[in-house]
């Protein structure tokens, strides 16, 4: 799906744009419900989950993810975003971020089962999975589980406007019993349902070995309805590439590009991460910029969601989105780090670089002498 699509950011009812609006303001109050009497919500734990949550994002964009997904029930909506956050905060979700690659396995990314690879014909991030590569058992739950939550949350980097969702194929060839790990997909069917509703566009199956049509079976009574069109079995090549052009697609998948191949941090990598968590100074000044930018942008949202659409409040608005993009590119450095998708250029990100340059001349300053 793309942001032109009905129910989406610009092609929005006003029914939906009233939905919205109230959206917002059930999502301000419950908030404020949660935190200390007089606390602003830019200042709270709650806040700051739902806006690092949001990213580079528009944030009408998020609450219309879960607005579509609750079917336009705005308290059904509201409830699930405050669920969401205090998940977020509970299952660690700004640990792993930060930490990135270096709270994985590294034995388990790179037995290559899943990742990203090229663009469907629509323009949709493509998410590769293959079952064969996973063994139940071989990874305790919570690695695969947070490799799971990694993989959600960098894909969201990959996504470029209009483009708000990703396609997924299974490659289930030569998957057998030992690989069936319903623990993880059930964690994975949870996730997508209740913490990143809306995210998927397609999900494409291909060499499925019908001896596991009871699993799928199973599966299936699992997935909402919604969830459940989006599901295509793909029998030939032909098929696929109907969907995916095999420029895009790897060798394993009858592509043309060369099978994905998981690169670890480097030392450029790793003296980044180093620098960027000893900087307490630049990290303080990014999060004080984010909380203002968060401030502005829910107090004319919250105008606007009062029923001021005059041009003043509009522009105000565009205004705080823009300024909240920015204070948080700049804290990005601080709270996230670069992955294998940044060291092969998929992801551009440089204000990795750009911030990591002005550091430099900061590590290289002569320590001060001091006279006794």
Same mark, same amino acid.
């Given at each position: 799906?793309?942001?032109?699509?009905?129910?989406?950011?610009?092609?929005?009812?006003?029914?939906?744009?009233?939905?919205?609006?109230?959206?917002?303001?059930?999502?301000?109050?419950?908030?404020?419900?949660?935190?200390?009497?007089?606390?602003?919500?830019? *200042?709270?734990?709650?806040?700051?989950? !739902?806006?690092?949550?949001?990213?580079?994002?528009? &944030? #009408?964009? $998020?609450? /219309?993810?879960?607005?579509?997904?609750?079917?336009?029930?705005?308290?059904?909506?509201?409830?699930?975003?405050?669920?969401?956050?205090?998940?977020?905060?509970?299952?660690?979700?700004?640990?792993?971020?930060?930490?990135?690659?270096?709270?994985?396995?590294?034995?388990?990314?790179?037995?290559?089962?899943?990742?990203?690879?090229?663009?469907?014909?629509?323009?949709?991030?493509?998410?590769?999975?293959?079952?064969?590569?996973?063994?139940?058992?071989?990874?305790?739950?919570?690695?695969?589980?947070?490799?799971?939550?990694?993989?959600?949350?960098?894909?969201?980097?990959?996504?470029?406007?209009?483009?708000?969702?990703?396609?997924?194929?299974?490659?289930?060839?030569?998957?057998?019993?030992?690989?069936? *790990?319903?623990?993880?997909?059930?964690? !994975?069917?949870?996730?997508?349902?209740?913490?990143? &509703? #809306?995210? $998927?566009? /397609?999900?494409?199956?291909?060499?499925?070995?019908?001896?596991?049509?009871?699993?799928?079976?199973?599966?299936?009574?699992?997935?909402?309805?919604?969830?459940?069109?989006?599901?295509?079995?793909?029998?030939?090549?032909?098929?696929?590439?109907?969907?995916?052009?095999?420029?895009?697609?790897?060798?394993?998948?009858?592509?043309?590009?060369?099978?994905?191949?998981?690169?670890?941090?480097?030392?450029?990598?790793?003296?980044?991460?180093?620098?960027?968590?000893?900087?307490?100074?630049?990290?303080?000044?990014?999060?004080?910029?984010?909380?203002?930018?968060?401030?502005?942008?829910?107090?004319?949202?919250?105008?606007?969601?009062?029923?001021?659409?005059?041009?003043?409040?509009?522009?105000?608005?565009?205004?705080?989105?823009?300024?909240?993009?920015?204070?948080?590119?700049?804290?990005?450095?601080?709270?996230?780090?670069?992955?294998?998708?940044?060291?092969?250029?998929?992801?551009?990100?440089?204000?990795?670089?750009?911030?990591?340059?002005?550091?430099?001349?900061?590590?290289?300053?002569?320590?001060?002498?001091?006279?006794?």
């Amino acid at each position: 799906m793309t942001s032109n699509d009905p129910g989406h950011i610009n092609n929005l009812s006003r029914a939906q744009i009233n939905a919205l609006r109230q959206a917002w303001k059930s999502l301000i109050e419950a908030v404020n419900k949660e935190i200390s009497s007089g606390k602003h919500i830019a *200042d709270s734990i709650y806040g700051d989950e !739902l806006f690092r949550a949001i990213g580079y994002d528009n &944030p #009408d964009v $998020l609450v /219309l993810r879960w607005l579509r997904s609750r079917k336009w029930d705005v308290q059904a909506c509201v409830h699930q975003i405050i669920e969401t956050l205090k998940w977020r905060r509970d299952w660690g979700v700004q640990e792993l971020v930060a930490k990135g690659e270096r709270a994985i396995s590294e034995e388990e990314i790179s037995t290559n089962k899943t990742y990203f690879m090229g663009h469907d014909k629509m323009g949709r991030p493509v998410c590769c999975i293959h079952p064969k590569e996973h063994i139940k058992g071989q990874f305790p739950h919570e690695f695969s589980e947070r490799l799971t939550v990694f993989c959600v949350e960098t894909y969201r980097k990959l996504l470029q406007p209009p483009i708000e969702s990703v396609t997924v194929i299974f490659d289930m060839a030569e998957c057998e019993t030992k690989n069936m *790990d319903f623990h993880q997909v059930k964690f !994975l069917i949870h996730l997508l349902d209740n913490y990143y &509703p #809306d995210s $998927l566009a /397609l999900i494409l199956i291909v060499n499925f070995p019908w001896l596991l049509g009871k699993s799928w079976t199973l599966i299936k009574s699992w997935l909402n309805p919604t969830v459940q069109k989006k599901v295509k079995f793909i029998h030939s090549n032909e098929e696929l590439f109907e969907f995916i052009d095999p420029s895009v697609l790897p060798k394993r998948l009858n592509g043309t590009q060369p099978d994905f191949k998981y690169k670890p941090p480097t030392d450029e990598d790793n003296a980044m991460y180093a620098a960027f968590r000893a900087d307490t100074e630049g990290r303080t000044l990014a999060e004080t910029a984010h909380r203002d930018a968060v401030r502005n942008f829910l107090d004319s949202t919250l105008q606007w969601a009062n029923g001021d659409e005059t041009r003043r409040v509009l522009s105000e608005k565009r205004k705080a989105r823009k300024q909240l993009r920015n204070a948080f590119e700049q804290l990005s450095p601080y709270i996230s780090t670069r992955t294998h998708y940044h060291r092969v250029g998929v992801i551009k990100e440089p204000i990795f670089e750009l911030a990591y340059e002005r550091l430099k001349p900061k590590q290289n300053e002569p320590l001060g002498l001091t006279y006794f």
